[in-house]
């Protein structure tokens, strides 16, 4: 894409009220423009980031064996009162509002409500489960404080996926490979490092569920990490435990002390759950057995939010220049700038290479752009991708183009007929 | 995929509360779900189908210079009062909510306001014009009635154009290339033959805009065809009007007689308008000049529905047995339907086929279900898609698969191997 073409333009300064780095550096860079705190309209740039996220999630979920759906925000009060979830007493972020006849509905803030009664529809007998369906869809919550910019929305999208299962020992075989697949999307989506399988509360259903946290400075949750013999792990995993369940119980339960463990702030990137008979129950969501005998199904749910993921790949990379995106998420891969000079010599080279690239499928922002070469600098390190390739009189000279690494800043002058 | 692991089922009645064809056919068949009137969930096949619509709609927003973006549906009411359409006795469709502290929130139901209002921040010389943002967002629509299935949704899936242009001029002429655009993309979706570019009010700013209808006994408006001379048309298009537009003067403007035109029942699946000042005026987006003069901004907005497209090319292509779906938005090209036998030579061969089509790209839906012949049949007819193979112990005696052509009925074999 040719950077004169995009509407978006940098600015130096976020809006005043705008206290998240996140969405400062996403606000002045073009990717996102805050509509009120916690809601966000996603720009060209930003969309393109969030559709790399949100298609890395999706291929992992297809490889377990969801099936993509997508359902409504608009919520009908019936399956949230058989839940207990509709009073505003026990579920304190809703946002309600009302048809023309006065009927109240909601937004919703999850889905397995609504996702429990379609399956009433379908699933009759065991030989209709197990079944994992998921979603990429805009949540509602009516959260009192968002000041975290694009890490805690009040509407965001959610990739909520949610299984239905014969029996529990099922249900938490599948939790197990979501458990994995989740490690594997951070890993994808340049996390994985700082990312821990991390004990929580579990719930009526089990004693604990995992979320995924990452550590960074922006995070509302703490977390503590084992550090003592650091080839223990659980399950494979290394050790994390959220604050709000540390505990003496859960000291013994992993066979760790107290005094290897290291405090440090998070963001839940990511949670599992198991749900055990919650919904089933409540919704009377039933199978028949191989001897036709009613069973309850066993289910769980499993939330990833792609805009917080963004949100703290932002937090995690960024330095004092902008944005670094890891380039499976980069909105493109590389930034082509030409410093044009007069005998349009530079223009024309710096064409042809846009055009090479592209042809080659390579995705390419092209600063053609009638700006000095320090305001295409600034805004290239603001914006954040990965790679920068510099065409001036000067590379010209010495047939070369110049590529600097956003991240390490290495800079190498590469051979150009 | 596999049809034994698609959880939904096929039912051989709708909900009683269903009354539009094209909604009793999609939840039978097991494309949607009805979450209530005007709301409905897309399951697995609805879902692939949408998003071949919106494929298509996307190819050619992008093909024009269309920039894609994702704006928000919580709606703060500054720049609704600005423009004048915040209060509900002016648009009466609103859903209203609120925040924690009381604030009013509106559910978007369209975005020329929103949208103004981030350019305003963007657009400042006329260096930065014309740009052109569209994107597929859910939009929300408080209909006193929503009998219409999924064609007149309460919350709905859009897709909306906007144009920001230096002056009236520009304006007209993308105004002409989004009618062509709109034009090739009905053609695309097999709804070309029965859509109509039909003269339509054109507000403040213009005498006419243009909607795109599609004639269909589940329309809820009537239009106009003109039927005399069948070589007439204007800008190359055939001649309709919306009967709320009809009268003298556009007859005389049209240079036709009102004997000439046949009534028809028609949806709108698309529509065009030309926005002029109206919404920069409002909000005060302007743009300096070469002079660096300020000039306001003309703009332009032009929408269409997949979902209401959705059930559009149900309603028009249905027979008696189901749903017929046009091959560029069939959720898989071929249903291959195995009739088992006791050997499993038919279940072997049905495989065979199937990974080879699915090696190829091809995308099938493969009955592998324990159901009759009669039962997999009738769900097939119920489904919809273009082309059904056949593999049974009587084909494999010809070294064959049965193809039989949903839409015409006509039956052929073909040798395999």
Redesign the interface.
């Known amino acids: 894409m040719k950077q004169s073409?995009?509407?978006?333009?940098t600015?130096r300064e976020a809006p005043k009220d705008e206290v998240s780095k996140n969405a400062q550096l996403l606000i002045r860079a073009?990717y996102v423009?805050k509509?009120?705190a916690g809601?966000?309209?996603?720009?060209?740039l930003?969309?393109r980031v969030?559709n790399k996220i949100v298609n890395i999630i999706r291929e992992e979920m297809n490889a377990i064996?969801g099936?993509?759906?997508?359902?409504?925000?608009?919520?009908?009060r019936g399956p949230w009162q058989a839940s207990g979830r509709w009073d505003d007493a026990i579920v304190d972020n809703w946002?309600?509002?009302?048809?023309?006849n006065g009927t109240d509905?909601g937004?919703g803030f999850t889905h397995e409500e609504?996702l429990t009664a379609?399956?009433k529809?379908?699933?009759?007998s065991f030989r209709?489960l197990p079944?994992y369906?998921y979603q990429f869809q805009?949540k509602?919550r009516?959260?009192?404080r968002a000041k975290s910019g694009i890490m805690r929305g009040?509407?965001f999208l959610m990739k909520d996926l949610y299984s239905f299962c014969h029996d529990l020992k099922e249900q938490e075989a599948f939790y197990e490979v979501v458990k994995k697949a989740y490690v594997k999307i951070f890993d994808r989506l340049g996390l994985g490092e700082k990312t821990y399988v991390t004990f929580a509360s579990g719930g009526s259903f089990a004693k604990y569920s995992h979320e995924f946290q990452t550590l960074t400075e922006a995070g509302e949750d703490t977390i503590y990490i084992y550090e003592g013999n650091n080839t223990k792990t659980i399950d494979g995993y290394k050790i994390a435990i959220n604050k709000d369940v540390l505990n003496d119980e859960v000291l013994k339960d992993l066979g760790i002390k107290r005094e290897d463990l290291k405090e440090a702030k998070a963001v839940e990137v990511g949670n599992i759950f198991n749900l055990g008979t919650r919904f089933s129950d409540a919704l009377d969501l039933v199978y028949k057995d191989e001897k036709g005998q009613p069973q309850k199904v066993f289910m769980g749910s499993y939330g990833i939010g792609p805009g917080r993921v963004m949100g703290t790949i932002v937090e995690t990379f960024a330095d004092e220049k902008g944005i670094v995106w890891p380039e499976a998420v980069a909105p493109f891969a590389v930034h082509l700038i030409a410093l044009f000079d007069v005998s349009g010599k530079v223009k024309a080279a710096a064409d042809k290479i846009y055009a090479d690239l592209s042809a080659k499928g390579v995705d390419v922002l092209y600063d053609d752009r009638d700006e000095t070469a320090g305001t295409k600098f600034s805004d290239s390190d603001l914006i954040g991708i990965p790679t920068r390739w510099v065409i001036s009189e000067k590379t010209l000279a010495a047939d070369s183009i110049e590529i600097k690494d956003r991240k390490t800043g290495k800079v190498e002058m590469k051979k150009v007929k």
């Open positions: 073409q995009l509407f978006t333009k600015r073009g423009h509509e009120m809601v966000y309209s996603y720009m060209p930003g969309l969030m064996g099936q993509e759906l997508h359902l409504t925000a608009l919520q009908d946002f309600k509002t009302k048809l023309k509905l937004l609504p379609i399956m529809d379908n699933i009759r209709d079944v369906t805009t509602f009516n959260e009192a009040r509407e």
